[in-house]
C-alpha cells in the first residue's frame, strides 16, 4: 500500500516538451513510472523520446491512454488553466510543479475545485515518490521533480512544505536503513491544494504507513491544524520540523507563502503547538530522521 500513486498510476505530463518537463519525463521514466501520455498544444500527434504519445488537449490524452494523474509543467502565466484542464478531463490527482502562479490565478483556481473529485497537489512543489523496490525501482512512482534515487521503499510517510528539505529527511532515512511508504510535497506557496492534514489523515488510515515526518515552516497555520488533528485521531508517531526559526516577522522567507503574519505564525510557536500535541519536533534538520527513530523507539 501507499498513498496518492504506486505503481498502477498512469501519468500524463502537461508541458512535456518544454525543457524542464521533458528533463523530468525522462527521470519518470527511468524510475519505472507509468508515462503515459504528455500534452502540449500544437504538438499533438508526435512522441517524446519514440516512446511517449503526445495529444493537444489532455481530454484528449485521458480518452486515449486511461491517464489518471498529471505532472504540470507549464509556466506560471498558463499554469492555472492547465490545472482548470486537468481537472475538467477528470484527472483524479493533479500535481502542480510550477513556481510563481500569480496568487489571484490560485484563487480562481481554488474555487472551481470545489466539490470536483480533482485533488490538486502544489503549486510550487516537488511532487510525490512512492519508491519501488529494488536498484531498478521495480514497483516504484515518480511524479515531479525529486530525486529517484534517494528513496527506499519501506513504512516512512513524509510529508513537506519545501522541497529540499523532503530531500533531507528522505536521504536521512535511507541511509539509516528506512525507507518511505510514499513522500509527499505539498508545496509553499500561500494558496495551495493539499494540506498537512489531509496527508496526515491518508498516511494514519494507509496500513503499510508505520511512523511520519511532518516539515513545516513560518506563515499560515497548516502545521497547527494538523498537529491538533493529530493529537486526537492519530496514532502513529510523528516527528516535525519547522523551517524559519531566524525570519524576521513581516518578510517573506523564500516561499510566497513563508511569511509571519501573526504570532502563531512563528517558528517557536508552532514548535510550541506540535510538542504540546505530541509530536517530536526536531531542533536542526540534520536531526529529522533520528528524531524520529527515537520517538518511533527505532
Not at 520540523?241 to 509571519?260: D, L, N, S, Y
Request: net charge negative; proline share 5%; aromatic share 4%.
Amino acid at each position: 500500500m501507499s498513498i496518492l500513486i504506486d505503481e498502477n498510476t498512469k501519468v500524463l505530463i502537461q508541458g512535456i516538451t518544454g525543457s524542464f518537463g521533458a528533463r523530468h519525463a525522462s527521470l519518470s521514466l527511468a524510475y519505472g513510472t507509468q508515462v503515459v501520455a504528455g500534452v502540449t498544444p500544437g504538438k499533438g500527434g508526435q512522441k517524446f523520446e519514440n516512446v511517449v504519445p503526445i495529444f493537444d488537449t489532455v481530454s484528449h490524452a485521458v480518452n486515449e491512454t486511461g491517464a489518471t494523474a498529471s505532472a504540470i509543467f507549464v509556466p506560471p502565466a498558463f499554469a492555472a488553466d492547465a490545472i482548470l484542464e486537468a481537472a475538467d478531463a477528470g484527472i483524479e490527482l493533479i500535481v502542480c510543479i510550477t513556481e510563481g502562479i500569480p496568487v489571484m490565478d490560485m484563487m480562481r483556481v481554488k474555487a472551481m475545485l470545489v466539490g470536483s473529485k480533482s485533488r490538486l497537489v502544489g503549486p510550487n512543489c516537488p511532487g510525490l515518490v512512492t519508491p519501488g523496490h529494488g536498484e531498478k525501482s521495480h514497483g516504484g512512482c515518480r511524479i515531479g521533480i525529486a530525486p529517484g534515487y534517494i528513496h527506499k521503499r519501506g513504512n516512512v510517510g513524509v510529508v513537506s512544505r519545501s522541497g529540499t528539505l523532503t530531500y533531507e529527511a528522505v536521504w536521512q532515512l535511507t541511509q539509516l536503513g528506512y525507507g518511505q511508504s510514499t513522500c509527499v510535497g505539498i508545496g509553499g506557496d500561500p494558496i495551495n491544494g493539499t494540506n498537512h492534514r489531509e496527508v496526515l489523515e491518508m498516511f494514519n488510515n494507509d496500513p503499510e504507513t508505520e511512523a511520519i515526518i511532518m516539515i513545516g515552516e513560518i506563515g499560515g497555520n497548516a502545521e497547527v491544524d494538523a498537529a491538533r488533528w493529530a493529537k486526537d485521531h492519530c496514532k502513529k508517531p510523528i516527528a516535525g520540523f519547522i523551517a524559519g526559526a531566524t525570519a524576521p516577522p513581516g518578510r517573506r522567507m523564500g516561499h510566497a507563502g513563508a511569511i509571519v503574519g501573526g504570532e502563531d505564525d512563528t517558528a517557536q510557536a508552532k514548535k510550541r503547538i506540535l510538542a504540546e500535541c505530541g509530536i517530536a519536533v526536531s531542533e536542526t534538520p540534520s536531526d529529522m530522521a533520528k528524531t524520529l527513530l527515537e520517538l518511533w523507539g527505532k
